[in-house]
């Protein structure tokens, strides 16, 4: 390859978004095949292509297509007493949350969980001095307008409201950019293979989606066949036929596996349970 082979291609790439008379979605269509072709010819990465390809998404994406569901949301109860806050936290991991007042509709703000370490040193801690405003959205926003909203105003978590103004679940900033860059892992996540299924509950166990089927025949006593297929994921979409969304529930051999973390592209974390058809 010359140097003014990548100048080249990105000056006739220009001229072809901006020459051709079809529809918007018949350039996107258009656009990413010859993106495709370039990572063929090695003028692109995957990661950069499929970086490229999770921008598009964004702008397809509505929040109702991400969002965490209402009930998979770690809520803090405003009525709760602090010693009770204080483990639930702990035992969620997360930064924020959204605390409520009386029903989980009644969303009075966010607690960060930093906030709590003042609780050490005030004798006279009130949680309600501490929490941060919340933000509303509705499910039909788009990812992409989303994204420039949390980038202006610095937030990181909207709540995500129905038609009827009832909370249907959460966003992050951070589920936004993993439609672009792919699963953003942080100090909580499962990072060790020998973490790949790990009980949070009883008979309940959360499972990254490269688990192989070996590994999954082992603990939970099925026998899925990894002659065509190796991971759970995999297996998962081949049933469905498609990539599932967060929150959806997919029943194998006697498993119930719950999508909670997944892009357009892939599932990361699933949470699987033996159903009564495994138990003794």
Same mark, same amino acid.
């Given at each position: 390859?010359?140097?003014?082979? @990548?100048?080249?291609?990105?000056?006739?790439?220009?001229?072809?978004?901006?020459? *051709?008379?079809?529809?918007?979605?018949?350039?996107?269509?258009?656009?990413?095949?010859?993106?495709? #072709?370039?990572?063929?010819?090695?003028?692109?990465?995957?990661?950069?292509?499929?970086?490229?390809?999770?921008?598009? #998404?964004?702008?397809?994406?509505?929040?109702?297509?991400?969002?965490?569901?209402?009930?998979?949301?770690?809520?803090?109860?405003?009525?709760?007493?602090?010693?009770?806050?204080? @483990?639930?936290?702990?035992?969620?991991?997360?930064?924020?949350?959204?605390?409520?007042?009386?029903?989980?509709?009644? $969303?009075?703000?966010?607690?960060?969980?930093?906030?709590?370490?003042?609780?050490?040193?005030?004798?006279?801690?009130?949680?309600?001095?501490?929490?941060?405003?919340?933000?509303?959205? @509705?499910?039909?926003?788009?990812?992409?307008?989303?994204?420039?909203?949390?980038?202006?105003?610095?937030?990181?978590?909207?709540?995500? $409201?129905?038609?009827?103004?009832?909370?249907?679940?959460?966003?992050?900033?951070? =589920?936004?950019?993993?439609?672009?860059?792919? =699963?953003?892992?942080?100090?909580?996540?499962? =990072?060790?293979?020998?973490?790949?299924?790990?009980?949070?509950?009883?008979?309940?166990?959360? $499972?990254?989606?490269?688990?192989?089927?070996?590994?999954?025949?082992?603990?939970?006593?099925? =026998?899925?066949?990894?002659?065509?297929?190796?991971?759970?994921?995999?297996? $998962?979409?081949?049933?469905?036929?498609?990539?599932?969304? *967060?929150?959806?529930?997919?029943?194998?051999?006697?498993?119930?596996?719950?999508?909670?973390?997944?892009? @357009?592209?892939?599932?990361?974390?699933?949470?699987? #349970?033996?159903?009564?058809?495994?138990?003794?």
């Amino acid at each position: 390859m010359t140097e003014s082979e @990548p100048k080249n291609f990105f000056n006739t790439l220009l001229g072809f978004i901006t020459s *051709r008379e079809d529809t918007p979605e018949e350039k996107r269509s258009a656009l990413l095949e010859t993106l495709q #072709q370039a990572k063929l010819e090695g003028l692109l990465d995957s990661d950069a292509l499929s970086m490229i390809e999770g921008v598009f #998404q964004v702008s397809e994406l509505a929040v109702k297509d991400i969002l965490l569901p209402r009930a998979q949301i770690d809520w803090v109860d405003i009525g709760d007493p602090i010693t009770k806050i204080i @483990p639930e936290v702990i035992s969620a991991a997360h930064s924020r949350f959204p605390v409520f007042e009386n029903n989980r509709d009644n $969303v009075v703000g966010i607690l960060l969980a930093k906030d709590l370490l003042r609780h050490s040193i005030e004798n006279d801690f009130d949680i309600r001095e501490w929490l941060r405003p919340a933000v509303f959205i @509705p499910e039909s926003k788009r990812l992409s307008v989303l994204l420039k909203d949390f980038r202006s105003n610095r937030n990181h978590l909207a709540i995500v $409201v129905d038609e009827y103004g009832g909370v249907a679940g959460i966003v992050t900033i951070e =589920d936004v950019l993993e439609q672009i860059v792919g =699963d953003i892992e942080d100090e909580h996540d499962i =990072d060790d293979e020998a973490d790949n299924i790990v009980l949070v509950s009883e008979g309940k166990y959360r $499972v990254r989606g490269m688990t192989e089927l070996e590994q999954i025949n082992e603990v939970f006593a099925t =026998d899925f066949s990894d002659e065509d297929i190796d991971t759970i994921a995999g297996l $998962v979409i081949h049933q469905i036929g498609r990539v599932p969304k *967060r929150g959806e529930v997919i029943q194998l051999q006697g498993l119930k596996c719950e999508i909670q973390r997944a892009d @357009p592209r892939q599932i990361h974390i699933l949470i699987i #349970q033996k159903t009564p058809l495994l138990e003794p």
